[in-house]
């Protein structure tokens, strides 16, 4: 059955690039309705639905825009939404950027689980998109990044890292994506970057409201701060990928390979999917 919210939830926190603080809501949606953004500081509270159609900017996080209304670095609250299935949800928002938290979607989970997650009687099942042969996508101009989903009769997602000019080098991680392996093994993981590009970041006006409080961030021999997972860079990419794929608007059952794969490939893969469904 299709799946929201029990009781609205609210959260204040601050953006990961612009350091703006922002209030976040999460209300119960209604049947068929998918998951909506509203900016509740514009005038009539403009909505943007969580739909791939609508991918504005991939600069750093995803970023959504419809006319002149835009929410963005939505990629991790989305990935808690769909790892632990919830379906229908309105998310009120008071400022142009979702707020970090820890840089991970472990409070996110925890907010909607607080909110009591229930079924919804009485309305369509949300039927998954099953992948029957493989759909793909690879960068181009020479790069090395790629993205497949094969047939599967479960979602799982395997995915390789390699930051090969740093000591991090290649990181692997492979799970079957169900709402418990989510919460206990994906959700915790922070985003990352390199202490060399804080700097230069700054310059652009990007992660203005980073630290170490919310991001694991990497210098020249070691991690500036202690990990919670051997290998959580790669699970945090698994985390952003889950969070692109939900932009399709429906479940998938497929084997998701990735190989140093980004917002921009995830997100080819999301449209090809999402078209594929269409026909």
Not at 142 to 157: A, C, D, M, N, R
Not at 214 to 238: C, M, P, Q, T, Y
Request: aromatic letters at 6%; proline letters at 5%; hydrophobic letters at 40%.
């Amino acid at each position: 059955m299709q799946q929201t919210i029990k009781n609205s939830i609210d959260y204040t926190g601050t953006g990961l690039h612009t350091a703006n603080r922002v209030q976040l809501r999460f209300c119960p949606g209604l049947p068929n309705s998918g998951v909506v953004f509203s900016r509740t500081d514009m005038p009539n509270s403009p909505c943007i639905p969580a739909r791939v159609e609508y991918v504005d900017n991939t600069h750093r996080g995803v970023s959504l825009k419809n006319d002149l209304c835009e929410v963005k670095t939505v990629e991790h609250v989305l990935a808690a939404i769909n790892g632990l299935r919830i379906d229908n949800l309105i998310i009120e928002v008071s400022a142009p950027e979702l707020p970090v938290g820890d840089g991970s979607a472990q409070i996110f989970v925890e907010l909607l689980k607080k909110a009591e997650i229930v079924c919804q009687d009485g309305c369509e099942s949300r039927l998954p998109i099953k992948i029957l042969s493989p759909v793909w996508t690879s960068t181009k101009h020479g790069q090395k990044g790629h993205i497949v989903v094969l047939p599967s009769e479960v979602y799982q997602i395997s995915f390789v890292l390699d930051l090969e000019n740093s000591f991090v080098g290649s990181q692997f991680a492979s799970f079957s994506i169900s709402p418990e392996i989510f919460e206990q093994e994906i959700a915790p993981a922070r985003t990352f970057g390199f202490f060399s590009e804080v700097e230069q970041l700054k310059k652009q006006g990007l992660a203005m409201g980073g630290s170490l409080e919310n991001a694991v961030v990497i210098g020249e021999s070691d991690f500036l701060n202690d990990l919670r997972f051997k290998n959580e860079l790669v699970r945090h990419k698994i985390l952003d990928l889950i969070g692109d794929l939900s932009l399709i608007g429906r479940p998938i059952l497929g084997h998701v390979l990735a190989i140093k794969s980004g917002h921009d490939l995830n997100l080819n893969l999301a449209r090809k999917i999402a078209e594929m469904a269409d026909r």
